[in-house]
């Protein structure tokens, strides 16, 4: 893993989605929030537009197994969609990404900006512009993530130029409000086909370089 880029402005904590609403309020809303209109969420589960609009005018509802084929089409899950209140950490925003990787054998500690947009458990990471040129082992790159339980990021990234090969996969633990994350990614490099290093986000430059110092020092005090 390398380098990454700068979005714009964005929130300055993550937030705890904490609602109660009725199942045909959470439908209409979700799929709003997905920008998804009733046709496209009747072709995911397999009714009729009519049937959606039904359930989002609240005049009937859906039998448990169609709750929860609409479920898994808006990305959320069957309590959710019921309308029972949830604490599901909110990761979207503009966040700092630092990473440990290698170019010929030396060390390079890389932060730089990229922005997170969460839709359920699942997180897409894009790199927004590069923070270091292409020649100096840059790249653009994309990835995806799912939150398992408010406190694990697990999932892949992808060099975003077709000059570059780089790929991989994506581990962190989150802090337990979900302000920062600390991990490891494991992949296709400049230096190898599995190299591996540590990683953060955080919402702020110096909090993510802090992050990565820690790692690297405990890594230092626990070797021989």
Known sequence: M????????GQNRPQLWV???EMNEVIRQRRADLGMAQGDLAAKVGVDRRQIRRYEAGETQPTLPM???IARALGITIDELAGD???RVDLTGDWWACWQSWKDGAEVINPHEVRMTQRGDAVEIVAVTRGTPLEDGGYMWRGEMRVWDNEILM?????DEGAVRSKGTLYFVL????IHATGRWVGLSYDGPIITGWSALARAEDEVVAL???LRNDQNASTP
């Open 2 to 9: 390398s380098d990454g880029t700068v979005p714009q402005a």
């Open 19 to 21: 609602d109660h609403m």
């Open 67 to 69: 709750a929860k084929t």
């Open 85 to 87: 209140e949830t604490h």
């Open 155 to 159: 999932g892949w990234y992808t060099a």
């Open 175 to 178: 802090h337990q409000h979900g």
């Open 212 to 214: 990565m110092d820690t």
